[in-house]
């Protein structure tokens, strides 16, 4: 597609329960990468793929968040057991390699209730 | 942890009148990326200066970059009220083999008709 494509939109979710969001990069684009913001704040870095390898998982904040692109293009973050200090707008971003900007989707929120 | 800081934190102005927002960073660098965001939307790639550039322009944008200080500013000139939104600078920084987008807090300006 023409952008990053990010489902759900919006997603309520009882606290305890297991979530899953979707990106879909721009088609042949090569790394992608996760970001968690919360209110006010900056983006923070999740994890990122390069093709189906996650090379960098050292922002995801417990074991309770998993992420994969199984295919090297679309990716699922996981959270497990989810909290309310996990409300938050996921974002994810894609590019096509080195030394450009980065292509962002519109972001999932979470809100966890 | 986050590792550009913007300032200042909030900004409001008339339309018409310039826009100065300054990012400050701790390590070297690639390159830094300016973005903005509007409330509940994706972020949007506005411009990238390299780390072996000082200034760039794009439009009404004129980024700066002092490598020697570790910051950077973003004028934005004869702003709009279209452009009230959140400015985030992002700094891309070599790790592991890939270029990691790292966020600041962001600047939320708002331009008043």
């Known amino acids: 597609g023409a952008g990053v494509s990010q489902s759900p939109r919006y997603k309520v979710a009882k606290r305890g329960q297991d979530v899953a969001l979707r990106c879909d990069p721009i088609?042949?684009?090569?790394?992608l990468f996760w970001y968690q913001q919360a209110l006010g704040q900056g983006p923070e870095f999740l994890t990122y793929f390069q093709n189906e390898a996650q090379l960098d998982k050292s922002g995801l904040p417990s074991d309770r968040f998993f992420a994969e692109r199984p295919e090297g293009s679309v990716s699922t973050l996981k959270i497990q057991r989810t909290q309310q200090e996990d409300s938050a707008v996921y974002l994810c971003?894609?590019?096509?390699?080195?030394?450009?900007?980065?292509?962002f989707g519109s972001g999932t929120r979470l809100t966890v209730v | 942890s986050q590792q550009g800081e913007e300032d200042p934190q909030a900004l409001s102005i008339q339309e018409g009148e310039n826009a100065t927002m300054n990012c400050s960073y701790k390590t070297s660098i690639n390159n830094l990326q300016w973005y903005r965001q509007n409330s509940g939307r994706g972020l949007v790639h506005l411009i990238l200066i390299r780390s072996n550039e000082r200034e760039k322009h794009s439009g009404r944008l004129r980024v700066t970059l002092d490598t020697s200080k570790k910051s950077s500013s973003l004028l934005i000139t004869a702003s709009r009220a279209a452009d009230t939104a959140s400015y985030f600078c992002?700094?891309?920084?070599?790790?592991?083999?890939?270029?990691?987008?790292?966020f600041g807090a962001g600047t939320r300006l708002a331009v008043h008709p």
């Open positions: 992002a700094t891309v920084l070599p790790s592991g083999g890939y270029n990691k987008l790292i």
């Open positions: 971003a894609s590019s096509a390699g080195e030394g450009g900007g980065y292509t």
């Open positions: 088609s042949g684009h090569v790394s």
